[in-house]
């Protein structure tokens, strides 16, 4: 992924493949972001995604970066899943909540101001222990982490993968335990 920023321009660029990518353009301008969404851009992979998805809860993205957060819940509703997000721990507790009989996945960011991921989770998990969570790192390697941890930087590929696997694997567990 990069990311530049000139003149009050930020652009954000992602490549899956040499010649094939997405690209984000996002303007700032006295704090209101507008977001243009990529041209019709399909890879194999996300066809590959769209046709094997399983899942129809809602994830919930928690990432304390603006740029990020919106990035992963475009190229999630890009796929076809539902998101709903939050920038810390605090209010992920608070929108988990909201939506609790409805999340499927919490996707978060280890380290954040206030409640890091890892004390979201948690807390998360008192509430439903059998709810998948998926953590993002840039400290992934170092980390040692009991869920799956995507590293950071990462592709659409990556992430769409990563979660379809883990939702695929909670799915099967689900219709395990009602035999």
């Known amino acids: 992924m990069l990311v530049t920023m000139e003149h009050n321009v930020r652009e954000v660029s992602t490549f899956e493949q040499i010649g094939n990518g997405v690209r984000l353009i996002m303007w700032e301008a006295e704090g209101v972001q507008v977001l243009r969404p990529p041209e019709n851009v399909t890879s194999p992979k996300r066809v590959l995604a769209k046709k094997t998805k399983v899942q129809r809860g809602i994830i919930l993205v928690v990432e304390d ?55 979201l989770a948690d807390r998360v998990l008192q509430l439903d222990s059998h709810l998948p969570v998926v953590f993002m790192s840039g400290d992934a390697p170092q980390l040692n982490l009991r869920s799956t941890c995507l590293a950071k930087p990462f592709n659409s590929a990556d992430l769409i993968g990563t979660l379809d696997q883990v939702l695929h694997a909670t799915q099967r567990t689900q219709e395990t335990d009602r035999l």
């Open 65 to 119: 970066d603006l740029t990020i957060r919106e990035l992963v819940r475009m190229f999630l509703e890009n796929e076809g899943y539902t998101v709903v997000t939050a920038h810390d721990g605090e209010e992920g507790l608070l929108v988990y909540k909201r939506h609790q009989l409805n999340i499927a996945l919490l996707l978060t960011d280890v380290r954040m101001p206030g409640m890091n991921g890892v004390d």
